[in-house]
């Protein structure tokens, strides 16, 4: 089973701009993959990952979405869903395996974030402290 999350704006895609974003928590020994990282018109794409431990590694994107919308598929099948607030969002996460997806949006921009080997609270703490001007 697949859970579908529509999103949909009244602001064109090219009028809305990306906050700056800043992680006010990493786990322990985590450090920013600047070769894997992306910054698009429309989509930022940020990785950190344990040096140590190639498999536990985080991905944080960031998608502009405007009135044609877009469409986000996530694998639930036998996966722990849970609906909690991000600074005052809807949040959606989805634990299956060693996979963490948690996604929410604000101000016509979906975020998405994606851990591997990490703990729920862990992934939580990071995505409760990303910060935005």
């Given at each position: 089973?697949?859970?579908?999350?529509?999103?949909?704006?009244?602001?064109?895609?090219?009028?809305?701009?990306?906050?700056?974003?800043?992680?006010?928590?990493i786990p322990e020994g985590m450090v920013r993959n600047e070769d894997e990282c992306m910054n698009h018109e429309f989509m930022r794409i940020t990785?950190?990952?344990?040096?140590?431990?190639?498999?536990?590694?985080?991905?944080?994107?960031?998608?502009?979405?405007?009135?044609?919308?877009?469409?986000?598929?996530?694998?639930?099948?036998?996966?722990?869903?849970?609906?909690?607030?991000?600074?005052?969002?809807?949040?959606?996460?989805?634990?299956?395996?060693?996979?963490?997806?948690?996604?929410?949006?604000?101000?016509?921009?979906?975020?998405?974030?994606?851990?591997?080997?990490?703990?729920?609270?862990?992934?939580?703490?990071?995505?409760?402290?990303?910060?935005?001007?």
């Amino acid at each position: 089973e697949y859970t579908s999350i529509t999103y949909s704006s009244d602001t064109a895609a090219e009028d809305a701009e990306f906050p700056e974003s800043t992680f006010g928590y990493i786990p322990e020994g985590m450090v920013r993959n600047e070769d894997e990282c992306m910054n698009h018109e429309f989509m930022r794409i940020t990785v950190y990952q344990s040096p140590n431990a190639e498999s536990t590694f985080t991905i944080y994107e960031e998608s502009i979405f405007s009135s044609g919308g877009s469409i986000s598929n996530i694998d639930t099948e036998n996966a722990v869903t849970d609906r909690f607030s991000i600074h005052g969002e809807e949040a959606f996460s989805s634990v299956k395996d060693n996979t963490i997806i948690i996604t929410w949006t604000s101000n016509d921009i979906a975020y998405t974030f994606v851990s591997y080997n990490l703990s729920l609270s862990d992934a939580k703490q990071i995505v409760s402290n990303i910060h935005q001007k």
